[in-house]
Each structure stands twice: as structure tokens, then as C-alpha cells.
């Protein structure tokens, strides 16, 4: 009895496990009627990343003459675009460019992408902006800016993320901001390690002190974590960040 | 007549028989004249109209048509009302031919290939004959606004010099001052309140702060210039004045106030078309023809189908033969799909390589036809394999080669990797950054009949060549007759 439920917490495990997926590969574009759908192989196997959105969508789609590092769940139900769902995934473009990238397929009958808020053609509403910064807001606050692997670019959605600490800050006449920097590492489903480049946590910390000094705010501290943060090939994604804390 | 066109096919190419016709309009500086409230002045593609929305203009002590330096030149050298605050190549080599060369605005210091050519031959000024190109002599490295060195991410060398500029001992890159000679047409100096507006605290294609006015300390648009070197109209007349007219003393400030306060006013568009006559139409587009400039607002995103970068031109389909291809060409700029790619600043930023959108997803600002966000894009036209260049061997190449080398920690160039090849680095020559090389903010679509050739480079000799250009870089896929209603299209704006 003892044995067989061993056994089943072993396999509740493995299933687990068995469910996450973080990988280098090319992406792959198959076009449709509608948007392309941004796709990648790995161990003999298609998985689906997302869908043309526009620049104000959470899933920034991979570039081709780039690999791609996925990191992703596997979602239950049916293959979207011929690929395996992966929800929530995280995509970072791989700086080095790779002209072997470069697999753009046509449109097929038979495969459609997800509806998309936005088409290939001109918008047909209006661009969402960043959430404001919310009146709710009291005391001490952490704000999160998260980052492709390798990379210091502050996306769009970080821009926003930067505004709604500035503005609290400010709103609240905040006594410190503190910024602090990390860079991370990635468990690939290899079991292979990939560790950010050195000196990032501190070009992210210095960065976004310097956006936060730019828009006014003031009493701006920066420090960074010189040492990778470790990877466990599930929420590796949430550590490479920049953390600004907004005290009273 | 316009059957007879037709039948040959040749609408576009006819429209060029009128270039001859045209009545004389370059303005001199000093001249003293007067400039009325409203002008339509002839071009080859009909006329365009210019207002002063302020009133007629007193040019007579004006500071922007009275040389303020050294070289005889004024502002109005090189943004005249008839060429849609621009220069034509055309009307330089009609200056040329009037003056014997002795226009001031053959300069040695930047309306000749090099300043140590000999200035009395024509082929010393074959960028600007040619391709309307001045030189902008850059240092390098770049320097802040203080003087000190920027960090820079790249080497430069030295591949190919046409001009002998950027090996001249005296003023290229291994000279006393190193500096790196680059060749650009001059931009449109109307409906700037569009081209400066839409400042944003943090630019979404860097996610870095962007310049400020050093006036106001606002964040500036930085769309003003090709690289975005000056921040404001204030600044990049100071600058303008101590380089392109060779001042030895500063401008008073009521001087650079005068010459802003007048560029601010100006606006200038197409207003009749040769064969679809006036372009001004209650029932048709809200875009067109200077008055609307004047009186719409600026920093309105025009990327959409609900109110379009120029409007809907749907009441101009099926009528008049001229108007129906305009209309068109309005479509295929707004609605026609393709694979953009390899742009960096447009695939880079989180779009996506390649995107299938349409020619509006950059060109998204509604009655321009710039970007919102600030604009500088690698298009592909100064970028090797790309360029619009001859290949670097080749008799007829003009335009200088740079080797750009990125250093190791630096990201590279997102399409291009590491070495670069490139007829003007563009931005990067002012940011430092590998990822902007080949680089250049995206110009403004009005007025564009008067003011051939196009690009920064001058390589589009017509709009034809122009949307050739597109449909080459992005497989459009566009019939011959799409590519006429195209740059039929933007020969009305």
C-alpha cells in the first residue's frame, strides 16, 4: 500500500515535470487567412507559442534569423495552428543572429489561427494603454519588470510597469525607491544550464533607476545581485527582473 | 489629351512632360518679397499649395530667408515654399545652371562632395546635382550635448569614398577632427507641429528616456531630424545656422524665435493633381491639401480603419479615372498586406519577424504619414545587401561604404549580426549602438511631388522608383498598375 502510493506521488511528479518544456530552437511562422502563428519543434514535436498581436499584447511573438528560448507549459486541449499549446510561455529572441532560422510557411486549409484582437490589416479599435496606476495603492510597494533571457530591452508592457511605480512614487511622495537588478538561469528540458551574461542585473538595475530619475521620481537607489539567480526550469522566466520598491 | 495618356499606358510618365512649363520659384534670400497667406505653385504632378497661417510673410529682414553666417545662405536656401520646404534636385540643378554655380547654396563646407574639391566644377557637387544630397559631417565618436564622448559599440572603417571626403586628411575620420562624412536630402521645414508632437517620457522602441528640449525640459518627439540629432526646432536652427551658414557668432534668441515661429506656421500639400484635377473635396478625404493640415490635430494615430492616416478616399472609386487610381493607391497603403521584415525598430520591438501587416503599421501618423513613436527604422535602403546602391565595385556607385565592426559585448545589429556594410550608419552615428546602424527616422509624407528625389539618400529618382523600391524589400506582390495607383497615391498628398 506504502509502495503503491510512492508510486503515485513518483508519477503525480513525473507528470509535473513531464509538463514543462524549455528549449533552444528556430521558430517556425505558418501564415493563415487570418495572423501568423508563431511556432517551434523540439524533440520531435510541434508546439504552438502564440499568435500575431499587436504591441500591447502579453505574448511578444520570436523573430525569424533568431533562435528562440521557449519556456512554457504544456495546456490541455486540442492543437492550435498544428502545434502543441504551451500557456503560460515566455519567449526571448537570442541576440546572435542565425540566418538558418528561416522557416515561413504558407497558409494551409485546415489550419486557422486562434481569433486575435487584432488582424494583419489597420486596427479596427483603439491601441489599450498601460493600466493606470491604481488609487488603491497604500504603503510600501513592489512593482516587477521581467525580461527576455540575455536581454535589458524594457518592453512595452515593462514601460507601463515603470510609469505605474513612478506614478505611485510621486503620488505618494515616496521617502525611497529602491531598484534592485537580477539576472537569471535557465533549466532547459536537457537538463542543460543556461546562465544570463554577467553584468546584466546591474545594466537592468541602472536602467530602470535611470527611467525612474527621467520621470521625476526622486530619493532612486539602485543595486544588483552580481550572482545568477539559481534555475528551476519551471518559473525561470520570474527571475530575470528588476524589482523597484516604493516605501513611504 | 488624357485618352491619348492612357492609351500609352504612360500616366505616370506623361505627367513628367509638364516639368518644362513651370514658372520660376526660388526664393532668394534678401529677396524681399512678399509671401501671400495662400499659393499654389505648379509641379510636375500639379500644384501645391503652401499657407501661412499666420498671414502673408515679410521676408525683408526675416531671419529665416536673411543669411545670419558666412556663405551668403539663409534657411530659405534649402526649404523653399515651392518645393515643399525641401529642395528638389531639380531646382539645384536649375540653380546651378542660373548662377553658374555661385548660389550659396553650393557652399563648399556641405553643398559640395568635399570642401577641398575644387568648387567651380560641376562634378565637386554631383551628390546635390544629382540626388539633392548635402553633407552632414558627424563627429566621431559622437559627443554629448556638453561636448564629452558618448560610449559607442562599433568601429568604423573606411570601404569605398566616392567623394574623398572621409579619407581627406583635413575632414574625414583620421583627420585632426574625426569625423564621418554622410550625404542626406533636407527634410520638409512644414506641418511641424505633426513632426514634434507626441513627445513620450520613455521611447517604445529603445525603452530608454528620450531627449529633452533643453528650453521646456519635455520630452521631445525625436522625429525632427534624419538621425534625430536636435531636439527641437529651436535647436536645430542654432545648429543649422553655425554649420550649414557657417556663422562666426550665435544667432540672438529673437532671431531663432523668428525663424521657429515661422516654420511653425507653414503647411504645405498637393492641392490639385494633373490629370484629377483640385484635390480638395467636401465629399472626399479629410487629408489632403494644406488646410486640413492647418486645422487637424497632431499626434493622432492613424493605423486603423475607423479614422485612416488620410482618410477614406471611397467616394473617389469608379468616378474619374485619375481619382479612382488615387484611391486606390489609398487602399493598398492602408489595407494591402505584407511580410514586413527584417526592419529593425519594427520586427525588434516585440511585433515580430516578419509581420503581416500594411504600409499604415509604420507610417501610422494621421496626416503625415510618420510614426508616433520615434521614428528611426532600417528600412534596408543604406544597408548592405538591401541598399538602394550599386554594387561597391561599380562606376556609378556615389555614395561613401563604412565597415561597421559591433564589439563583442555589444548586441548586434538584429538582422545584420556583426558587420555591417552600410552607406550612412544613420542614427547609430549619434546613438553609439550597433542596433541602429543603417538607422534613419521615418520623413513625412506630404508634398511630395514638389520635392524629388526621395529617401534620405535620394536614391528614388520619382515615386515609381520609390514603390519599386517597397515592393522589392517586402515581396509585395504589387501588379504594375498597383504600383502606379501607389505612387499616384502619394504624389497627391
Known amino acids: 500500500m506504502r509502495l503503491a502510493a510512492c508510486a503515485l506521488v513518483l508519477t503525480a511528479v513525473t507528470v509535473l515535470v513531464a509538463q514543462e518544456r524549455s528549449f533552444l530552437a528556430c521558430p517556425i511562422v505558418r501564415d493563415t487567412k487570418t495572423v501568423p502563428c508563431f511556432l517551434a519543434e523540439y524533440d520531435g514535436e510541434l508546439y504552438f507559442l502564440g499568435i500575431q498581436q499587436d504591441i500591447t499584447a502579453d505574448f511578444h511573438p520570436p523573430q525569424l534569423k533568431h533562435e528562440v528560448l521557449v519556456e512554457g507549459r504544456v495546456k490541455d486541449g486540442p492543437r492550435v495552428c498544428g502545434g502543441i499549446p504551451l500557456a503560460p510561455v515566455s519567449v526571448s529572441v537570442i541576440k546572435e543572429v542565425n540566418p538558418g532560422c528561416n522557416t515561413l510557411l504558407p497558409a494551409e486549409p485546415g489550419i486557422e489561427a486562434p481569433p486575435a484582437a487584432r488582424g494583419a490589416g489597420p486596427a479596427s479599435h483603439r491601441l489599450r494603454e498601460p493600466a493606470p496606476a491604481s488609487e488603491s495603492l497604500k504603503g510600501p510597494q513592489e512593482f516587477t519588470v521581467l525580461y527576455q533571457f540575455n536581454d535589458d530591452y524594457v518592453e512595452f508592457a515593462s514601460i507601463g510597469t515603470v510609469r505605474r511605480a513612478a506614478g505611485y512614487a510621486m503620488k505618494i511622495g515616496a521617502s525611497a525607491v529602491k531598484v534592485m537588478g537580477y539576472r537569471g538561469t535557465t533549466v532547459l528540458s536537457n537538463g542543460e544550464r543556461l546562465v544570463e551574461k554577467d553584468g546584466l542585473a546591474e545594466k537592468r538595475a541602472q536602467d530602470i533607476a535611470t527611467l525612474l530619475r527621467g520621470s521625476a521620481v526622486t530619493g532612486v537607489t539602485a543595486d544588483w545581485k552580481k550572482e545568477p539567480e539559481p534555475g528551476d526550469g519551471k518559473t525561470d522566466p520570474s527571475r530575470r527582473r528588476v524589482t523597484i520598491t516604493v516605501i513611504p | ?493
Request: include cysteine; proline fraction near 7%.
Open chain 2, 1 to 493: 489629351m488624357r485618352k491619348v495618356l492612357l492609351l500609352l499606358g504612360l500616366p505616370i510618365l506623361a505627367a513628367a512632360q509638364y516639368q518644362s512649363n513651370l514658372r520660376i520659384t526660388w526664393i532668394e534670400p534678401g529677396s524681399g518679397e512678399t509671401l501671400p497667406a495662400v499659393d499654389e505653385i505648379e509641379n510636375y504632378l500639379g500644384k501645391l499649395g503652401v499657407i501661412q497661417s499666420s498671414g502673408p510673410v515679410d521676408t525683408a529682414g526675416h531671419p529665416f530667408f536673411t543669411p545670419l553666417g558666412t556663405n551668403g545662405r539663409a534657411c530659405v536656401n534649402c526649404h523653399q515654399p515651392a518645393y515643399g520646404m525641401s529642395v528638389s534636385a531639380e531646382s539645384l540643378r536649375d540653380r546651378w545652371h542660373a548662377t553658374g554655380g555661385k548660389d550659396p547654396v553650393f557652399a563648399a563646407f556641405d553643398g559640395s562632395n568635399c570642401p577641398d574639391l575644387p568648387q567651380d566644377q560641376e562634378k565637386s557637387h554631383s551628390l546635390l546635382l544629382n540626388r539633392g544630397l548635402f553633407r552632414i559631417p558627424l563627429p566621431w565618436p559622437p559627443r554629448n550635448a556638453d561636448g564629452s564622448q558618448k560610449p559607442v559599440e562599433f568601429s568604423i572603417e573606411v570601404v569605398r569614398d566616392p567623394t574623398g571626403c572621409n579619407l581627406s586628411p583635413k575632414y574625414g575620420l583620421k583627420s585632426a577632427n574625426p569625423t564621418v562624412s554622410v550625404y542626406r536630402r533636407p527634410r520638409p521645414a512644414a506641418n511641424l507641429k505633426y513632426v514634434i508632437s507626441g513627445g513620450q517620457n520613455i521611447v517604445l522602441k529603445t525603452g530608454m528616456l528620450a531627449d529633452r528640449d533643453p528650453e521646456t525640459g519635455r520630452p521631445v518627439s525625436m522625429n525632427l531630424m534624419s538621425d534625430a540629432r536636435e531636439p527641437s526646432l529651436l535647436t536645430q536652427a542654432m545648429s543649422a545656422i553655425m554649420g550649414h551658414e557657417e556663422a562666426s557668432k550665435a544667432p540672438s534668441g529673437k532671431q531663432l524665435e523668428g525663424i521657429v515661429a515661422f516654420e511653425s506656421q507653414v503647411y504645405a500639400a498637393q492641392v490639385e493633381h494633373v490629370f484629377a484635377g483640385p484635390l480638395i473635396d467636401r465629399d472626399g478625404p479629410f487629408g489632403l491639401g494644406p488646410a486640413a493640415l492647418r486645422d487637424r490635430k497632431a499626434g493622432v494615430l492613424g493605423d486603423n480603419d475607423f479614422d485612416p492616416v488620410f482618410g477614406l478616399f471611397d467616394s473617389w472609386k469608379g468616378k474619374d479615372y485619375y481619382r479612382a487610381s488615387i484611391a486606390r493607391g489609398a487602399d493598398i497603403f492602408m489595407f494591402r498586406q505584407f511580410w514586413l521584415r527584417d526592419a529593425t525598430h519594427i520586427n525588434s520591438i516585440g511585433l515580430g519577424n516578419p509581420l503581416k501587416r500594411t504600409c499604415a503599421t509604420c507610417h501610422n501618423a494621421q496626416m503625415t504619414g510618420q510614426d508616433l513613436s520615434a521614428g528611426w527604422v532600417d528600412v534596408g535602403t543604406n544597408n548592405y545587401p538591401t541598399w538602394t546602391e550599386p554594387d561597391t565595385w561599380a562606376e556609378s556607385a556615389e555614395l561613401p561604404v563604412f565597415k561597421i565592426t559591433c564589439q563583442k559585448a555589444a548586441d548586434p545589429h538584429p538582422y545584420l549580426g556583426r558587420v555591417i556594410y552600410t552607406t550612412d550608419p544613420g542614427r547609430a552615428l549619434i546613438s553609439g549602438r550597433c542596433v541602429d546602424v543603417g538607422s534613419i527616422v521615418m520623413q513625412q509624407l506630404r508634398g511630395l511631388a514638389a520635392r524629388a528625389p526621395y529617401f534620405a539618400n535620394g536614391s528614388a529618382k520619382n515615386l515609381r522608383e520609390l514603390v519599386d523600391f517597397y515592393d522589392r524589400r517586402f515581396d509585395m506582390k504589387l501588379s504594375e498598375m498597383e504600383k502606379d495607383d501607389l505612387a499616384n497615391f502619394l504624389g497627391a498628398l
